[in-house]
C-alpha cells in the first residue's frame, strides 16, 4: 500500500488547478512508489471560490484563513500557489510549524527573505521545494549532461531569452504584475527567473551581473475600459550580461512586450568542443554540434528527445513521440512526492530558490545603477 501525502493547498486559482491536474497525473503515470497525494484542505480568500474548488478537486475541507491549513493535523505539504507578494508570509509561518512546504516561484519578492526562508527550512530539516518547472524537461537534463560529460568542452558561453508579447496591448489594464510591492518585478521575476533556474542547474553560480531594464508602456487603465490610468511599475524588458563563477560569460534577456513571440523561451550553451540549443516551442528537441566532427557536411543536428533523456520514459516508451508543456508540471510533482515519501535527492530547494531571487534583485539593482553588481553569497 502506497503512503499517503495530505496536501494542504493555498490558493485556488489557475496555479491551483494545475497542481491539482498534475498531483493526479504524477501519481498515475508514476505509480504508488511516490506516494499518494490526499487533497486535505484548500484556502483561498474568497469564500465562494475556496468552496466551490474544493468540492470540483476532491478537497475534503475549504477555509478562507491560510492558518487553517498551518495549524491542521491532517496536512504533510503545505502546497502555495498564490500571487508573489503572499508566498514569504506563508511559506515562512509553515516552515516555523514544522511543516513541508512547496511553493510557486518566487520565494519571496527580495533575495534577503528568500534567503531567510532557505535557512529556516535547514534549521527545521522539513523538506522544501520551489517550483521551477523548467528545470524539469528533458531537454535541460540532455544539456546538463553535456555540459558536465565535456562533450561541449570548456564552456565558454550561456545566451538565454525568454519573450512573451502578452502584455503588448496598452489597453490591458493595471494588474498586480504591474505593481512592484505585489510582484516585486516585471519580465524578470514572471519570465526570466526560469531562465535563471536552467541557468543554475547547468551552470552553476553567477558571480556578477550588469542590466539594462525599460518600461515600454508606462501607463494603463487602471481597469477595462476605463479612461483614468495609472503608472506601470514594474519593467517590461530586461538584458544583462553575466559573469559566471566557473568562468563563462552569459547574455540573458526577457521581454512581455516582444511582438509576435508567444512563449518563446531560447537557449544556447557554447563550448570550446561543442554547442546546445534549445527552443521552448520545439521542446522534444536539442540541436547540437561537435567541432571534432570532420565529416564533408558536418554542422548542427537535431535530437530528438527519448527515454535516455531525464523523465521522459516515464511518459513515453520511444523518442520523438512528443511531450507537453504541462508534462513538465507532472515530473516536477512527481519529484515532490518522491523526495517527500521516499527521501530522494531534488534539485529545487529554497536555497535554490533564494539563489535566483538574489540574482533577480542583483540584476534589478544593476539596472538602477547601471553598472556591474556583485551577487551576494550566502
Known sequence: MSKKVRIGMVGAGWMGRA?????????SIYGEKIGEPVFSILMDVNEESAKSSAEKFGFKKWTTD???VINSDDVDIVDIVTPNAFHYEIAKAALLKGKSVYSEKPLSLSGKQSQELAKI???KNVFNYVGFNMVMMPATAYMKHLVESGKLGQIMRFDGRYDQDMLLDPSIPLAWRHIKKQAGSGALGDLGSHLLSISQYIMGDIESVNAISKIYIPKRPIKAGSTKMGNVETEDYIAFTAS???GATGQLSSSRVATGRKNYLGVEIQGTLGTATFNLERLNEVNVYFHKDKSIDRGFRNVLLGPDHGDYGMFQPASGIELSYNDQKVIEVAHVLDAFTNGTDYVCNFKFG???DTCVA?????????????VEEF
Open 66 to 68: 491560510y492558518n487553517d
Open 121 to 123: 527550512a535547514k534549521e
Open 19 to 27: 497542481h491539482v491536474s498534475s498531483y493526479m497525473s504524477a501519481y
Open 354 to 356: 533564494a539563489k535566483i
Open 244 to 246: 559566471y563563477k566557473n
Open 362 to 374: 542583483t540584476i534589478l539593482k544593476s539596472a538602477e545603477t547601471k553598472q556591474w553588481e556583485k
